[in-house]
């Protein structure tokens, strides 16, 4: 990002959310849930989602053995709860828990593996509201480099108010 694209950013609302907030934003859990936590959110704007890659996550064995790689659907996924998080951050504390169904992934690219050891940054910047249905492209980064890139459209359904 050069620091031209910097000044067009609205400012940060909020620069770090951490796990146990996130618990209470989005549904999701282990082994689920796939963000660790939220940085530099812009409300109604956009925000990074940063996942630390360890060996010990459920889906390496199976992905594959001898050459752990992280799926590409999971990082799809990833992206997508950091949106979600991002929607409730915006709509804030009343928002409860939203059941958020995908109702499009567009573009999906994948450019290099994402693997143990690896911080997955992931940006997602909002591109369209109409009611319930959110629109975001998504960037994943590893140490700066494009991992892979999808835009993603989701409906926010019935919300369960935290408990």
Do not use: C
């Not at 849930?33 to 940063?50: C, E, K, M, P, T």
């Not at 999971?74 to 109702?103: C, D, H, K, R």
């Not at 960037?139 to 835009?151: F, L, Q, T, Y």
Request: glycine share 6%; net charge neutral; hydrophobic share 45%.
């Amino acid at each position: 990002m050069t620091d031209e694209t910097l000044a067009e950013l609205p400012p940060i609302d909020v620069a770090l959310i951490e796990t146990k907030q996130i618990l209470t934003m989005i549904p999701h859990r282990y082994p689920f849930l796939l963000i660790d936590r939220l940085v530099d959110v812009r409300h109604d704007h956009s925000a990074v989602g940063l996942k630390n890659v360890t060996v010990n996550e459920p889906f390496f064995p199976g992905h594959f053995p001898g050459h752990p790689v992280m799926p590409g659907v999971l990082i799809i996924e990833a992206m997508a709860q950091t949106a979600a998080a991002l929607v409730i951050s915006t709509l804030g504390e009343n928002a409860g828990i939203p059941i958020v169904y995908f109702m499009s992934i567009e573009n999906a690219k994948f450019r290099k593996p994402v693997t143990p050891g690896d911080q997955l940054r992931l940006t997602v910047t909002k591109a369209k509201r109409r009611g319930n249905v959110w629109r975001f492209d998504g960037v994943g980064r590893v140490d700066g480099a494009i991992v892979a890139e999808a835009s993603i459209t989701a409906m926010i359904m019935d919300q369960v108010k935290p408990v």
